[in-house]
């Protein structure tokens, strides 16, 4: 992506993490940017292709993270760490783009939507099939994987909404602190 179209994603995400996406025109986007809305076109194709573009480079990064914890050897515990180290810090990368992958998404096509909903069900999977590794090891008990994948994916994806790059946590400590509090409601007492 050149310095300029990757300047105008920026701050089209920006602004739909401000105004939201439906309330972002690609007026809006060419004036933030000094730009005459006809020649914006040159860069993108539409507000859509941009949201697009968002939510599956998201959802390629969020998959990749969590095949590779699944395809290595460890058990649950690090496991469930791992996957919440690489959510998160995916996450924390760029606040606008996750901001917008997290709320925006349901503004996508048709088709574009069938297929993000079935990555996303894909992603949660992964999720699952360390909770019942978890449990088959006997550290973990037993729960609704589902309604418990759903929880920690949505505490994590709460991150984007008060972490400050800036601020008092590192990404690697903020999943330190998250995968403590997710797991000790996991955890079989008895190990």
Same mark, same amino acid.
């Given at each position: 992506?050149?310095?300029?179209?990757?300047?105008?994603?920026?701050?089209?995400?920006?602004?739909?993490?401000?105004?939201?996406?439906?309330?972002?025109?690609?007026?809006?986007?060419?004036?933030?940017?000094?730009?005459?809305?006809?020649?914006?076109?040159?860069?993108?194709?539409?507000?859509?292709?941009?949201?697009?573009?968002?939510?599956?480079?998201?959802?390629?990064?969020?998959?990749?993270?969590?095949?590779?914890?699944?395809?290595?050897?460890?058990? /649950?515990?690090?496991?469930?760490?791992? &996957?919440?180290?690489?959510?998160?810090? =995916? $996450?924390?990368?760029? +606040?606008?783009?996750?901001?917008?992958?997290?709320?925006?998404?349901?503004?996508?096509?048709?088709?574009?939507?069938?297929?993000?909903?079935?990555?996303?069900?894909?992603?949660?999977?992964?999720?699952?099939?360390?909770?019942?590794?978890?449990?088959?090891?006997?550290?973990?008990?037993?729960?609704?994987?589902?309604?418990?994948?759903?929880?920690?994916?949505?505490?994590?994806?709460?991150?984007?909404?008060?972490?400050?790059?800036?601020? /008092?946590?590192?990404?690697?400590?903020? &999943?330190?602190?998250?995968?403590?509090? =997710? $797991?000790?409601?996991? +955890?079989?007492?008895?190990?």
């Amino acid at each position: 992506m050149t310095p300029r179209k990757l300047e105008i994603f920026q701050t089209a995400l920006s602004l739909m993490k401000s105004k939201g996406y439906a309330n972002t025109t690609m007026r809006d986007i060419a004036s933030a940017v000094n730009m005459e809305a006809a020649s914006l076109y040159n860069h993108i194709a539409s507000k859509e292709d941009l949201l697009a573009i968002t939510c599956f480079d998201l959802a390629d990064q969020f998959e990749k993270g969590i095949l590779e914890v699944n395809d290595i050897y460890f058990d /649950a515990k690090e496991k469930l760490r791992m &996957a919440i180290e690489a959510h998160t810090q =995916i $996450l924390t990368t760029n +606040l606008d783009a996750s901001y917008v992958f997290i709320h925006e998404w349901r503004h996508l096509s048709a088709d574009k939507l069938n297929e993000f909903k079935h990555r996303r069900n894909q992603y949660e999977n992964g999720f699952i099939e360390i909770l019942k590794l978890g449990e088959n090891e006997g550290v973990f008990n037993e729960v609704d994987e589902k309604f418990v994948v759903i929880t920690i994916l949505s505490t994590l994806n709460a991150t984007i909404e008060w972490y400050k790059p800036n601020g /008092a946590f590192t990404p690697k400590q903020v &999943a330190n602190k998250l995968s403590d509090f =997710i $797991l000790n409601g996991l +955890l079989n007492i008895k190990n």
